[in-house]
């Protein structure tokens, strides 16, 4: 079967979706190309971590579609699994487990090579807690362990909600470094934030979310 | 290759479960001691009548074996919920039925272990004599370990999203292991004495039929459970 096409590396098109009688996204049309690093921005509850969600197969709409390089995230979800680095807000960690026995589940779930996990390791600057149990791992550290695990699978579209939550400045720079790095080799980023200070340096353009649609694109100086 | 990469992934729930479990022990510790607590209650109802105890062992044995893996069952999605664990299971691609089946091999060796530890207390408390047919016995027990773990893994799966999850996974899974129980229980009673009439051999292959059905029609139908 021919690999599907696509000029896009995430094409939304307008999206919907309602959580029983409320409507959080209401036609959000949005399109990321390779090389781009586009900010998703708005208030608490604007829908941003939703759009978020159904690009990254968590969550289907209620109308419209999105595409993740040409796949539709509904029917062709494994696909587009494959192609994404997705960090949700929380870790997703297994605490009774060490760093490096997370990372080492999460090679196995993605049929790839251990070998990668110290490099990954090595990445986020843990690899000195690598034999530690993540119980006893701060936010800070649970949150470059969920990038490390991210790096395994090499995406090509990472999705980011709020990266930046709770890192210090040498994590902050470290993230950038990473997301920067990503769409350097032709990949997209699509990044949730609450603060544009973070990401300033590295972001191509923002799109605000608000009342359900798209209400900004602006670029960034 | 494909085949290998899920087998993969298999025995990477499979350890990742048993490892969690073995390093917080409080699930294991909990889940015998309600199965050993519920043996001692029935005995504390039924006795001190040795004969009646005799006859109720099987059934007693099998409810308490129940009880105790519900919780198992409950808990072995509860890990996954607590830090957002379930949505990076999700996001991983690949077929769904290995979740399943991973959790499920992790499920049966917990309650296996379990049995190991509840069966023998069961044989002191109630009296029973262990029976020549000890290992028809040993093959009844696994049947119908299989047959719960079956359900209750994919039951707990529907419910784990749940906000009442520890009400709902008792009131979907007890009335569909019906079947099973009786077949286990019936087929225990007979072997525990002496298998004289040779009914074992019935409901044995009543649980086995049970068993096969439902592995497949769990296995089937897990990915729109979990997707939804």
């Known amino acids: 079967m021919a690999e599907p096409t696509s000029d896009f590396a995430i094409d939304a098109q307008g999206v919907a979706r309602r959580f029983g009688t409320r409507w959080v996204l209401r036609g959000v049309t949005l399109r990321v190309s390779p090389g781009e690093t586009v900010g998703l921005l708005g208030a608490n509850g604007s829908g941003k971590s939703t759009l ?29 699994r494959a192609r994404i680095g997705f960090l949700t807000h929380s870790p997703g960690l297994y605490d009774d487990l060490t760093a490096r026995e997370n990372l080492e589940f999460a090679a196995s779930m993605l049929g790839i090579a251990s070998a990668d996990v110290d490099r990954a390791l090595e990445r986020v600057e843990l690899t000195y807690a690598a034999n530690e149990r993540v119980r006893g791992f701060s936010a800070g550290m649970e949150r470059r362990l969920s990038v490390a695990r991210l790096l395994l699978s090499k995406p090509q579209v990472l999705l980011l909600d709020e990266p930046y939550s709770n890192l210090d400045a040498a994590g902050i720079a470290m993230m950038s470094g990473i997301i920067a790095e990503l769409v350097r080799g032709g990949g997209a980023a699509l990044v ?30 | 290759m494909t085949w290998n990469n899920d087998w993969r992934r298999v025995r990477a729930i499979a350890w990742k479960d048993l490892t969690t479990e ?29 004969q009646a105890m005799r006859d109720a062992s099987a059934g007693v044995l099998w409810l308490a074996a129940l ?16 830090s957002g664990a379930l949505e990076q299971l999700l996001l991983y691609p690949g077929s769904r039925w290995t979740i399943y089946t991973g959790k499920l091999l992790a499920n049966l060796a917990f309650v296996g272990l379990m049995l190991v530890i509840v069966v023998p207390v069961g ?14 016995l040993l093959g009844v027990l ?4 299989t047959g719960i773990c079956t359900l209750g893994t994919f039951y707990a799966s529907m419910s784990s999203r749940s906000r009442a999850r520890e009400v709902l996974l008792p009131l979907l899974l007890f009335p569909m292991l019906v079947p099973a129980l009786l077949a286990a229980m019936q087929a225990s009673k007979a072997l525990l004495n002496g298998d004289m009439m040779h009914e074992a051999g019935a409901w044995t292959k009543l649980l086995v039929a049970y068993d096969v059905i439902f592995l497949i029609a769990t296995h089937l139908a897990f990915e729109h459970v979990i997707e939804a």
Do not use: M
């Open chain 2, 123 to 136: 044989i002191v408390l109630y009296q029973v004599s262990v029976p020549a047919t000890w290992p028809a």
């Open chain 1, 192 to 221: 949730v934030l609450h603060e544009l200070a973070p990401a300033a340096g590295i972001l191509t353009r923002t799109v605000t979310i608000q009342n359900g649609r798209e209400s900004t694109a602006a670029g960034v100086a």
């Open chain 1, 52 to 80: 978020l969600r159904i690009c990254g197969t968590l969550l289907r709409p209620s109308a419209g579609a999105v595409n993740v390089f040409g796949h539709d995230v509904v029917r062709e979800a494994d696909a587009v």
């Open chain 2, 67 to 82: 009880f105790a893996a519900v919780l198992a069952f409950n808990r072995s999605y509860q890990v996954e919920l607590e």
């Open chain 2, 142 to 145: 696994a049947l119908g370990a």
């Open chain 2, 22 to 50: 073995r390093r917080s022990k409080a699930g294991f510790n909990g889940v015998v001691a309600l199965g050993v607590t519920i043996l001692v209650l029935f005995g504390f109802a039924l006795g001190p009548d040795a």
